[in-house]
């Protein structure tokens, strides 16, 4: 009976211990250290964040219990802020600050084994996290909306961590100091927890902890040396673009203070004991490196030493002197032993424009005449519109003046050249182009352009009288913000400094390429199985691509009969036509074969149904000229599988291109046709179609000028031109003898011989006339039957 009843004693006792272990680790509420309920938005939320880390911050309050405070407060808004955290929680409860809520059955098995002293203090973990990486936590929308853009001002240094990561702790030490080091110097700082920012590391391309990532102008490269302090600030310095800051010596300085005219930008000087130019320096430089240009004087350099005298230097701390226009007097000096970045950006920030600076792109133009927002804050932008030619100089320098002379904070002067900023010009000055420089006083009134402006009468040369002029209104207008009569919308300004085309995508080429090696050099196979995969299967369907195609041409290739005379086109001849067939030839040369009693049958009589052969029919003197001129025209036409190319010689069969003639006409008209009686068929053109017995016929033409001929057979070209025109109007109306002609005019029968030069141009149509035929629009002479060759070649 005792054993019987220790069972359920057992359970009981376990259940109660149990209980009451679990029920300390829920004692941790956010809800109740903000002082919101659970259904209490995100915007409720914050707000009472704000207030109750205003109330206990350890530098507000004096209540011993602030930090501690202070860091419940912190705790609470990470998990309610983030809403992964916040469902988590209300879900599975808060059992350990620091484990993912997932676990949270497992943590209260821990703080169970705590009481025996098993808990992650035994292997030196960290409880919870350090309250001063807190501030450093970096959210997905947050890198996107804050830290991306900030990029393009500072470099950042981002960890990635995740809790229970040996190799994490073991680097906190140096990343401490490393932080304590670059921090000051201007350098963004961000951590990443693996666990909970999973969407933000697979952006980062963080797949393991640690990893340290710096960022810079929105591009990220991962460091892969020992974490050691100095290699971690080589890192940041190696991130900088190269030439941010110039080194300047006696030989190059004037050159450099004298280019702010072409870059249109001041000058910083920074003159320091150390040769090598100091990383907080490099740091302002990236910061306002599109404002202003910055130059290193090394004071131990022999060759610095005309400038230490002609600025007066101190040797003993660095100093910074600035310079606008006037390159003989800086216009600010700062100099102190520790020199802050704060006290750095101050200085830069308050000198970032010059006196008068050229507008060269809309942001220049926001920030010099930004828009009207309070009565408080009117701003008045005074433009002069003038030229880049040495005639405007000395109305330019008078301009500089006398914006020297009238230092206002409601104004900002500017000048504009015409030639760069047509579009702007144009709108302000009603498209007439200016005869001297004009001055422009405008108010920005709207983000999208719309400004009010009003031309200051009388232009601007910068006499005595055009200061008066311009120096009178300025005044009427501090008086009378209404002065300004005119209204229009000005289109956004050209950016005249950035780069063409070609740099923008060499630089955009070089990052990516970086990149792609950076990737393949130090990624596990994890991370490269993507790319191998993308490059594998673009070799094979590459490689797959050209095998189907070897053997598909190799196929087509395949000889079908053996032909008699192969007559060589070169490839230098054909090029001189472009190809009009379904597809292009596959050798340099034409194959054409001879019409004789033994392959009359097969390449005629019996061709197969659809294919066609194209005959042409010569002599023996015409042979050797009409064969070139024959196959320079076909050539383009010779990778069509279903057209065949051979020629008639008609000293050998006489009979046989009149008897087929006289059967086509015969059944078309039944009349003789000029054909039939002419003995003179060289350069005829056949294409016969042996299975439906029906052929077309070319016609030669001569188209050239024979300078063998005489006077007196010139003297009836325009008769002959004149029927020929007659002939090819009639041929587009009916499929009479005349139909079947291309545009031609008949050769002259009264020529006894045949010269080279007639022979050469018969054929020069027969390109078009080979269009038409694959095209299918000529007519067509059907037959009953074919002619035999046997007994011309008897009779011959």
Not at 110 to 127: A, G, I, Q, T, V
Not at 486 to 511: K, R, V
Not at 527 to 555: H, N, Y
């Amino acid at each position: 009976m005792t054993g019987w009843s220790a069972g359920p004693f057992l359970l009981a006792v376990l259940l109660i211990l149990t209980v009451c272990v679990v029920k300390p680790t829920s004692e941790f509420d956010p809800y109740q250290v903000l002082g919101v309920s659970r259904s209490a938005s995100q915007a409720e939320i914050k707000r009472a964040y704000k207030n109750l880390a205003r109330e206990w911050h350890p530098d507000k309050s004096k209540d011993p219990k602030a930090e501690d405070m202070f860091i419940k407060i912190s705790k609470s808004y990470e998990i309610l802020s983030n809403e992964e955290r916040r469902s988590n929680f209300d879900r599975f409860g808060q059992m350990d600050e620091n484990q993912p809520f997932s676990q949270s059955q497992r943590h209260g098995f821990r703080n169970f084994h705590s009481s025996f002293y098993f808990d992650e203090s035994f292997f030196h973990f960290p409880r919870s996290r350090d309250f001063a990486d807190s501030k450093y936590m970096l959210h997905h929308a947050q890198y996107n909306s804050d830290v991306l853009p900030d990029s393009y001002r500072r470099p950042y240094l981002i960890k990635v961590t995740s809790e229970w990561c040996f190799a994490c702790m073991h680097i906190e030490p140096v990343w401490k100091q490393t932080v304590q080091e670059l921090e000051p110097l201007g350098v963004g700082i961000g951590i990443v927890d693996l666990g909970y920012e999973r969407r933000l590391a697979n952006q980062l391309g963080a797949y393991r902890a640690p990893s340290i990532i710096g960022l810079v102008n929105g591009r990220m490269t991962f460091f892969h040396q020992a974490v050691v302090r100095e290699h971690l600030r080589q890192f940041v310095e190696d991130l900088l673009p190269q030439n941010l800051v110039q080194r300047i010596n006696d030989n190059n300085c004037r050159t450099f203070l004298d280019d702010w005219h072409a870059e249109n930008k001041p000058s910083v000087l920074l003159f320091d004991q150390v040769p090598v130019v100091p990383l907080l320096y490099k740091l302002t430089a990236f910061a306002f490196r599109d404002y202003v240009r910055f130059g290193h004087v090394d004071q131990g350099d022999a060759h610095s030493t005309k400038l230490l005298q002609q600025f007066n230097v101190n040797t003993y701390a660095p100093t910074m002197l600035l310079f606008k226009e006037d390159t003989e007097k800086p216009v600010d000096i700062i100099q102190a032993r520790g020199m802050k970045r704060q006290l750095m950006d101050e200085f830069v920030s308050n000198n970032k424009f010059l006196q008068v600076p050229r507008l060269v792109s809309q942001q220049l133009f926001d920030e010099l005449c930004p828009v009207k927002q309070f009565h408080r804050r009117r701003k008045y932008c005074v433009l002069l519109i003038t030229g880049e030619d040495e005639a405007f100089h000395p109305g330019n320098k008078a301009f500089l003046d006398f914006a020297s002379a009238n230092k206002k904070d409601v104004l900002r002067f500017a000048y504009v050249y015409q030639h760069q900023q047509q579009p702007l010009c144009q709108a302000l000055l009603h498209n007439h182009a200016p005869i001297s420089p004009q001055v422009v006083i405008l108010e920005r009134r709207s983000q999208a352009g719309r400004v009010l402006y009003r031309s200051v009468s009388g232009g601007w040369n910068g006499s005595e009288e055009d200061e008066s002029r311009l120096h009178e209104q300025l005044e009427l207008l501090q008086k009378d913000p209404t002065y300004l009569t005119s209204d229009t919308t000005l289109p956004e300004l050209n950016n005249e400094m950035a780069p063409i085309f070609i740099i923008q995508w060499m630089n955009a080429a070089y990052d990516y390429v970086l990149q792609m090696y950076d990737g393949l050099l130090y990624s596990n196979w994890q991370e490269m199985m993507p790319i191998l995969s993308l490059i594998f299967s673009a070799l094979f369907i590459l490689f797959g691509t050209v095998i189907i195609q070897a053997f598909s041409e190799s196929g087509e290739s395949a000889p079908r009969k053996p032909k008699e005379q192969p007559a060589r086109q070169t490839e230098e001849d054909a090029s001189s036509r472009p190809s009009t067939s379904s597809r292009p030839p596959k050798k340099d040369f034409v194959e054409v074969t001879e019409l004789t009693d033994i392959t009359y049958v097969s390449n005629l009589v019996k061709l197969r149904p659809g294919h066609i052969n194209v005959v042409l029919v010569l002599t023996n003197v015409s042979k050797n000229a009409l064969l070139r001129k024959y196959a320079k025209e076909v050539f383009s036409f010779s990778g069509t599988q279903t057209l065949h190319f051979s020629f008639l010689n008609a000293d050998k069969h006489r009979h046989w291109m009149p008897s087929l003639l006289h059967s086509a006409y015969l059944g078309e008209s039944g009349s003789r046709s000029e054909d039939e009686e002419s003995s003179d068929y060289a350069g005829h053109v056949l294409a016969l179609n042996g299975h439906k017995k029906y052929f077309c016929l070319f016609r030669p033409v001569f188209t050239g000028d024979d300078p063998s001929d005489s006077s007196s057979e010139t003297s009836v070209s325009s008769e002959s031109k004149r029927k020929s025109r007659s002939r090819s109007r009639t041929s587009s109306h009916s499929r009479s003898r005349s139909h079947s002609r291309e545009d031609g005019a008949v050769p002259r029968r009264g020529s006894s011989r045949a010269t080279s030069i007639e022979v050469h141009h018969k054929l020069d149509r027969l390109g078009l006339w080979m269009e038409r035929l694959m095209e299918g629009t000529l007519p067509r002479l059907h037959v009953p039957a074919w002619p035999t060759l046997s007994q011309d070649s008897t009779e011959s």
